[in-house]
């Protein structure tokens, strides 16, 4: 991986601590997990694009089919489903210590089944997969709003997560996307990165795998995640059986 000198956590999390491991992973370390998820690893993808013939939501369905074994890709489909972030309804949804309320606001606000549901995916999973495109050199309000509803609760803390993105020129919002996910505690996993050129090519996600070369940079760009979030794994002692 080409890694200077210091662990994981340290280099690539927000809030780690001298030791090299944050509150938040000492938090995970406890919480038991189920044979399953020791397994593989699972990684949850959202797409930025709401458009069906999405660019970014195609490379992310190629990228569920490319996936190497041992790493499961599901995507999160409600980012459309979600109402307007507003703080006020955070505080009525989340508890203080960013967990999600049992009962909370849900006959008044429709969108309670797709907050509650993108909270509790992106908690659940060992990484998260995103790609999104660029508007107006800068990332998409619907999907920024769907980061805004992460940041109400704890699911996004101390992250694995990397982004691909289906256009290289739009890097003004692949930058502000990596300050907003690292600023919510989230753990870039830069090696795993990835643009390719989908823009203007009307490619669906069969095409994509289809295309040798660009199923090759994906296929690497999914290993190397892989390995991120195993390193990761071992450090943060998220596994009884990976013990620091
Ligand atoms: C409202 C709007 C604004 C856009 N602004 C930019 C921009 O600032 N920079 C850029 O590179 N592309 C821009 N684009 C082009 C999109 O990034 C491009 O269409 C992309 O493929 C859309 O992703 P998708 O195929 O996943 O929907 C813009 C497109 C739209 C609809």
Not at 27 to 51: F, Y
Not at 97 to 108: K, L
Not at 220 to 243: H, K, M, Q
């Amino acid at each position: 991986m080409g890694r200077a000198g210091g662990s994981l956590a340290e280099r690539r999390c927000c809030h780690a601590s001298a030791e090299g491991m944050s509150e938040c992973s000492k938090r995970d370390a406890m919480e038991p997990m189920d044979g399953d998820r020791k397994a593989s690893v699972n990684v949850v993808a959202l797409s930025g694009s709401l458009r069906a013939n999405s660019s970014n939501t195609a490379l992310l369905v190629a990228s569920q089919r490319l996936a190497p074994p041992g790493l499961v890709i599901e995507r999160y489909h409600g980012i459309a489903d979600l109402p307007h972030f507003n703080p006020d309804l955070a505080s009525e949804l989340f508890a203080r210590d960013g967990s999600i309320r049992a009962e909370g606001w849900n006959e008044r606000h429709p969108g309670y089944a797709a907050v509650r549901e993108l909270n509790a995916r992106v908690r659940a999973a060992d990484g998260v997969l995103i790609a999104c495109p660029e508007y107006a050199r800068g990332v998409p309000g619907a999907f920024k709003n769907a980061l805004d509803w992460l940041v109400g609760g704890d699911g996004f803390v101390n992250k694995p997560f990397t982004l691909f993105n289906a256009s290289p020129r739009a890097s003004h919002a692949q930058d502000a996307l990596r300050v907003t996910l690292e600023t919510m505690s989230g753990c870039f996993a830069e090696e795993a990165a990835l643009a390719v050129p989908l823009l203007n090519r009307d490619l669906d996600a069969s095409d994509i795998v289809a295309d040798e070369a660009i199923a090759d940079r994906i296929r690497r760009a999914l290993v190397a995640f892989s390995g991120f979030i195993a390193e990761w794994r071992v450090e943060a002692g998220v596994y009884a059986d990976n013990p620091r």
